[in-house]
Nanobody, 128 residues
Framework: QVQLVESGGGSVQAGGSLTLSCTAS???????????LGWFRQALGKEREGVAG????????SYADSVKGRFTVSKDNARNTLVLQMNSLKPEDTAMYYC??????????????????WGQGTQVTVSS
């Protein structure tokens, strides 16, 4: 079993920063470094979209164009934790943020169907 728990969401003003964390609990015999991970977000009334993806080794990293230069994703295999550092936040970043994991991503990192494991989400609200 793989459980993902996000934390770190909250309310900030535009231009502010937040750090999201996603901690994994893995009880199926796998190890955290076997998983590729992604951050996704879903704004009210919109479809879920990819924010950032990182491969199992933490070396291949991808970002949505809308967050490039502002968000940074990192993977700590020793702590089973995925971190999303969000700077220069904008009101359009307001959404529920989810982390996702899978053993093998053979398509695009931002393809939701590639991920079998999802957290419950953490809300980020950015006011103008």
């Amino acid at each position: 079993q793989v459980q993902l728990v996000e934390s770190g969401g909250g309310s900030v003003q535009a231009g502010g920063s937040l750090t999201l964390s996603c901690t994994a609990s893995i009880t199926n015999g796998d190890t955290y470094n076997m998983y590729s991970l992604g951050w996704f977000r879903q704004a009210l009334g919109k479809e879920r979209e990819g924010v950032a993806g990182i491969d199992r080794h933490g070396k291949t990293i991808s970002y949505a164009d809308s967050v490039k230069g502002r968000f940074t994703v990192s993977k700590d295999n020793a702590r089973n934790t995925l971190v999303l550092q969000m700077n220069s936040l904008k009101p359009e970043d307001t959404a529920m943020y989810y982390c996702a994991a899978d053993l093998w991503i053979d398509g695009s990192w931002d393809d939701i169907s590639q991920y079998n494991h999802w957290g419950q989400g953490t809300q980020v609200t950015v006011s103008s």
